[in-house]
């Protein structure tokens, strides 16, 4: 079964606009991760946010956040002013914390971003 | 602050040739792993180190096999490449422990022709 979900293939953004890219997952583990990394056409892997499980607030980094519901299984990536170079791949991943075995990520689809002028 | 480090960043080889991938984690990390794109996809786990011993391993065909050395770097060795095996291939680093951030590096890009 797919433990990440992201349905949105592609969005198209104005420049300067807030946007949310949805990411839905699947876990029975009571303790876990969920990550957000953007991957421009350069092809590298670049980190954004992370937000644990157990953590109380949603987690914010910059002109990110992360609306993170858990009860509905969501881990929203929340892009504020978005600028130009926001145009990329976004892939949710989460990371499963079981007890001295793997940590190794498992990621969505991804989706598209396209920020315009 | 450092990152983590892969060589080379690009490689062309034929079918049925080998290939060695290098990682060089972000100093204090003593955790590795590895990761493949495939054209269009998103990053498929493949092998995992933490303090130099296999912690994990994925989908990551027989043909491949992976260390990490006392430094702490990790090589992926890739024997009887294949054409499907044209990839991004990923090394990412962390420390130990359920809250911390794998950090990737820029990726080797494969072409086997």
């Known amino acids: 079964a797919q433990k990440i979900t992201q349905t949105q293939p592609g969005m198209f953004v104005q420049e300067k606009e807030a946007v949310t890219l949805d990411c839905t997952y699947d876990?029975?583990?009571?303790?876990?991760?969920l990550f957000w990394y953007k991957q421009p056409s350069s092809g590298e892997m670049i980190f954004l946010i992370y937000?644990?499980?157990?953590?109380?607030q949603n987690a914010t980094e910059g002109r990110y956040s992360l609306n993170f519901q858990k009860a509905r299984k969501s881990a929203n990536l929340v892009i504020s002013a978005s600028q130009l170079g926001d145009s990329a791949m976004y892939f949710c991943a989460m990371r499963e914390g079981r007890q001295g075995g793997s940590e190794k990520l498992v990621f969505g689809k991804g989706m598209k971003l396209t920020v315009n002028p | 602050a450092a990152g983590v480090i892969q060589s080379p960043r690009h490689l062309i080889k034929e079918k049925r040739e080998t290939a060695t991938l290098k990682c060089y984690p972000i100093?204090?990390?003593?955790?590795v792993y590895w990761y493949q794109q495939g054209p269009g996809q998103d990053p498929q786990f493949l092998i995992s180190?933490?303090?130099?011993?296999?912690?994990d391993k994925g989908s990551i065909p027989d043909r491949f096999s992976a260390q990490q050395f006392s430094d702490y770097h990790s090589e992926l060795n890739m024997s009887s490449l294949e054409l499907g095996d044209s990839a991004l291939y990923f090394c990412a680093s962390s420390r130990e422990g359920r809250r911390e951030t794998q950090y990737f590096g820029p990726g080797t890009r494969l072409l086997v022709l």
């Open positions: 876990t029975s583990d009571p303790s876990y991760g």
């Open positions: 100093p204090r990390h003593d955790t």
């Open positions: 937000q644990g499980s157990y953590d109380q």
């Open positions: 180190f933490y303090e130099k011993m296999q912690s």
